[in-house]
């Protein structure tokens, strides 16, 4: 009578489960970085469009690990906090926030959830 080797074989399931779990990962994280980066140069406030063209994304892929980041270029990110978050007025006051990283950061997370779960 032939053996079975049930640790054997949850093993290898839960091995291909993880391949097709980081596969699925790194085509959700490398796609929604892509849109993100597309919504975030559509959604920043113009005067000259510097600001809003200085938006890109970066996706590092390591071995079962996937890391993407949206950033602003040179002369971006010096802007994106006082744009987001309103600063003091050189004669006193402050400027009204112009909110639009955030709303593009609350969609990526969830939108890289959704398509996991769809992939998956």
């Known amino acids: 009578m032939a053996e079975f080797d049930i640790e054997k074989a949850v093993s290898d399931i839960l091995a291909e489960y993880s391949v097709d779990v980081s596969k699925a990962a790194e085509t959700a994280i490398t796609a929604v970085a892509k849109e993100a980066t597309k919504k975030l140069k559509q959604s920043a406030p113009r005067r000259t469009g510097k600001y809003a063209k200085g938006w890109a994304n970066k996706v590092d892929k390591g071995f079962m690990t996937v890391e993407a980041v949206v950033y602003g270029k040179t002369g971006t ?29 609350d969609w990526a997370v969830s939108e890289v959830q959704k398509r996991i779960k769809e992939q998956l």
């Open 77 to 105: 990110y010096q802007l994106a906090h006082l744009l987001e978050h309103g600063h003091a007025k050189r004669g006193g006051g402050r400027t009204a926030p112009v909110v639009h990283i955030a709303p593009v950061e």
